[in-house]
């Protein structure tokens, strides 16, 4: 059973097009993450959610708009691509927020926008 | 603000060789210390962490001392295998920040070779 699972795994797109990312968690964590990976893998928070409500939002476009319809639920939404968005996009939940809990990870969505 | 410097990869070792990877900090606060491995195509995994001055954490053989002094959090191990191959990330939670977020270095890529 997949703790944290992500779809889709690879995603190829034009500039412009908008796009949804989709993260599940199984382990009744009540927070979870959005996180970017870059092409020298450079990883840095984007948002995080706890018991649906939005606690993280890092310097982020407002093209991108994270939706939590219930907690073990976090998707991601972006707008009008970019060639810049191009990057690695992880999932990620924990327990509560908090440094003492153990953040989980999902396998990642490749997005590459052409 | 806060920020993780890790040495620059990549490193690649023999099988059997010791292994260190430096990284060093800075937080405004009294920061959790986190090393986090990813294999390829996989997500994040905590591999050890430590929360407070000399705190050693331990998991698989890896080791890191969390060295105040110095806002230093190397990583090591005795004898690496083929299967250590991956990508180590330090991070670090700093309770200074009003949230708690993960803040992760840049990443250092290992290759063992047999």
């Known amino acids: 059973d997949t703790a944290v699972s992500q779809t889709p795994k690879y995603l190829v797109t034009q500039m412009g097009n908008d796009k949804s990312i989709k993260c599940e968690q199984n382990?009744?964590?009540?927070?979870m993450y959005w996180y970017k990976q870059d092409s020298k893998k450079f990883l840095k928070i984007m948002f995080s959610y706890n018991n649906k409500e939005l606690i993280i939002n890092e310097t982020v476009p407002n093209r991108f708009s994270p939706k939590s319809p219930d907690k073990a639920h976090l998707n991601l939404h972006i707008n009008s691509l970019e060639l810049g968005d191009s990057a690695v996009y992880f999932c990620a939940s924990s327990q509560a927020p908090g440094r003492v809990y153990e953040q989980y990870f999902g396998p990642g969505t490749r997005l590459t926008v052409t | 603000g806060d920020s993780v410097t890790q040495m620059e990869g990549p490193v690649t070792l023999s099988e059997e060789a010791f292994l260190t990877i430096n990284c060093t900090y800075t937080?405004?606060?009294?920061?959790?210390l986190f090393w986090y491995v990813q294999y390829p195509g996989e997500g994040l995994q905590l591999l050890l962490k430590a929360t407070k001055a000399d705190d050693k954490g331990s998991n698989k053989g890896f080791e890191a001392t969390y060295r105040k002094e110095t806002t230093s959090f190397h990583l090591e191990k005795g004898s690496v295998q083929v299967s250590d191959s991956a990508v180590y990330f330090c991070?670090?939670?700093?309770?200074?920040?009003?949230?708690?977020?993960?803040?992760f270095g840049t990443g250092t890529r290992l290759t063992i070779i047999p």
């Open positions: 991070a670090l939670s700093d309770p200074g920040n009003g949230n708690e977020k993960l803040t």
């Open positions: 937080a405004t606060g009294y920061p959790s």
């Open positions: 382990l009744g964590h009540d927070t």
